[in-house]
């Protein structure tokens, strides 16, 4: 009997210290637990905005924490392009003399009335608007070796890369034709992508450079619509990229083309992304350019 007292009391005590062990031991927990979160909060600049991620490991918060600026183009079809300046990329395709002026080797070919040039003043106001947002703006040029050793065979067959023009032989590297046409000469820090095919991703480290920087969207213009715009919209999608396209800063010789390389963007439940014009992209910043860059 005695012996049963004296376990019964021993159990007690054991009991009563394991749990003044644990009050301390949660007391403890969440002191360095508010501890760490007044320290990261006393971090973050004021008035900055956070993305909804919630972690259980309290040492990632500071990394799943991302600030937010974000601002809304909107689109055809009711809907609505939502971007982050500082993960989005303009991509200016091919704005090439040979492409696009009046005098290069497509607009001589329309008697120095180019219909790729009409784009130009919208699509200058846009790049304005992206450098303004300190976007990443990239520049891609079509363009080939002069020996012609980077030219598919199909188009050795097509025979005209490298047709006599105003500007040297047509898309050859080099000559004045092949380079960017007046405004659209990149500013530093601004991306040059050189590529011997349609897509800008074909052949270059485009895609690489874009996840460097956290890329995610991408807003396209250029030349031509259903070539070297629709190829590498096509490209970036299947590599995951949202992407919206700028329809009129984009342009084809035959309008009815153009306009069908508008529809294919739209099919299937919007299969290629977000459509919108110029004009819609530069109101999303309307007064917001401070707050942007």
């Known amino acids: 009997m005695h012996g049963a007292l004296v376990d019964d009391f021993q159990m007690c005590w054991i009991q009563s210290v394991c749990q003044f062990v644990l009050d301390i031991g949660l007391d403890l927990h969440g002191f360095l637990f508010r501890r760490s979160n007044e320290e990261l909060w006393q971090k973050q600049p004021a008035n900055?905005?956070?993305?909804?991620?919630?972690?259980?490991?309290?040492?990632?918060?500071?990394?799943?924490?991302?600030?937010?600026?974000?601002?809304?183009?909107?689109?055809?079809?009711?809907?609505?392009?939502?971007?982050?300046?500082?993960?989005?990329?303009?991509?200016?395709?091919?704005?090439?003399?040979?492409?696009?002026?009046?005098?290069?080797?497509?607009?001589?070919?329309?008697?120095?009335?180019?219909?790729?040039?009409?784009?130009?003043?919208?699509?200058?106001?846009?790049?304005?608007?992206?450098?303004?947002?300190?976007?990443?703006?990239?520049?891609?040029?079509?363009?080939?070796?002069?020996?012609?050793?980077?030219?598919?065979?199909?188009?050795?067959?097509?025979?005209?890369?490298?047709?006599?023009?105003?500007?040297?032989?047509?898309l050859i590297r080099g000559f004045h034709g092949h380079d960017f046409s007046g405004g659209f000469a990149p500013a530093a820090g601004e991306i040059v992508v050189d590529k011997a095919g349609f897509s800008a991703f074909f052949g270059t480290n485009l895609h690489s450079n874009l996840a460097e920087r956290d890329i995610t969207h991408l807003i396209l213009a250029g030349v031509t619509t259903q070539c070297c715009v629709h190829s590498t919209l096509r490209d970036a999608v299947e590599r995951g990229y949202f992407c919206l396209t700028l329809e009129n800063c984009c342009a084809a010789e035959d309008a009815i083309v153009h306009a069908a390389a508008l529809k294919i963007i739209q099919s299937e439940n919007h299969l290629f992304g977000w459509l919108a014009s110029g004009r819609d992209f530069t109101n999303a910043f309307s007064g917001n350019l401070t707050s942007a860059r």
């Open 48 to 170: 900055t905005q956070f993305s909804g991620h919630e972690t259980c490991d309290n040492s990632r918060i500071e990394d799943t924490l991302v600030p937010q600026t974000m601002f809304k183009v909107s689109c055809w079809d009711d809907r609505s392009f939502e971007f982050d300046p500082h993960h989005t990329a303009l991509v200016v395709i091919d704005m090439q003399r040979d492409f696009v002026s009046h005098e290069g080797y497509v607009g001589i070919r329309h008697r120095r009335r180019n219909p790729l040039a009409r784009i130009i003043p919208e699509l200058l106001s846009v790049l304005d608007t992206a450098r303004a947002a300190k976007m990443l703006i990239v520049h891609t040029r079509e363009g080939y070796a002069a020996d012609g050793s980077d030219v598919s065979p199909y188009k050795k067959v097509l025979d005209y890369v490298g047709s006599p023009g105003p500007g040297g032989p047509f």
